[in-house]
């Protein structure tokens, strides 16, 4: 068996960040057919998380195991870092040392790229000179997520990630509507594909003691109504006008309960409103949990929920947790988002709001129409082609593609 190596590249720190896509799918990969390697970056926008990192990091090398996988060990390679406003984002230059080092000795046979818009132009240049391909994978338009303070770069931003997204070998996408967006910069619709979000389908069949273990901790009563959330709290989550929104009729939503698994900068304003407005029993928040006991607390709730801003970096992706939410067999409440209703419509146990202060009224309404078990198991239907083994499985048929046209 020939062992091809993979040397995948990203700006974001691979292993504080996830499990994303990448994780899940390289960590899968055969180690008897694949050799993978990463190169990675701890470039993290939150304040807040910032002040955990020392103010310097050197070069650094190390194996690190699946995240959440029962996988192989994976090589990281990370350049030094400056942990200070400005110099984190100058520092992205010293990757490309570790970049153009990595394809000079490891000689990979697949560079693959995930949103590293700043160095992946380089880096196509330098694989351009030794005949390797190079994958552009997009979970998002990389471009939205420039954070305010930035924006006067963003058109470089976008300008770098249109460039990539023409000059890539193949541009490989997680939505139908990534597709035409990725379609339509690089005016065919022959280099690009689709690989859908995935999830461990057995991971998340979960048990009734799980259920009663978990509401028993949040003090949740049986005929208590669950939505749950999971994941970073961007501003734009939607989740402070949930939050306020219960708040606004206590007595409306006297049985909803709001359980929040993750951490970011809505973090502190999720904490006023629990404590300014007599929610601390109603609004549950857990900071951070390990990947494995996430079903448990799907196993607690009703209703999952997505309950978005309309923002740009929003209208195309179906983010990972809603494959999680789903292979729990929960019905999804969600913004009327135009990646998650082209990917699922309107019959696959995900119900639409218009807003996210919506989202009680429409929870509410599936339990007066006693749908909830229903669309959960619809739900759960709906995902059972997007384990992971398939989605691995669609991956390594595009290695063996792109390999044979190499």
Known sequence: MIRRKILEIQETDWILRGPHQQHHILERLNPNAYEVR?????????????????????TSRQSVRGKGVPARELEIYRPPFVNLPIFNIVSLVLQRFIIKSEIETFRPDIVLCFGALANINYTMKLCRRRNIPVLYYLMEDYHTLVPTALQPISFFVEAAEHKAIRNSNLNLVITEELKNFVDKVEGTRTKSRVIPGGVDLKRYEWKQEDRERIRQRFELEEDDLVLFFMGWLYEFSGLKEVALELARSPEEYQNIKLLIVGKGELSERLSQIKNANEMKSRIAMVDWAPYEEIPQYLAAADVCILPAVDVEVMKNIVPIKVYEYMAAAKPVIATNLPGIRTEFGLSKGIHFVDRPQDVPAKAMEMVDHRILVAEGKKARMSVEDNDWEVIVGQFEGVLKDVARNT
């Open 38 to 58: 990463i190169v990675d970056f701890p470039l993290i926008w939150d304040p807040m998380a910032r002040r955990t990192l020392p103010r310097f990091q050197p």
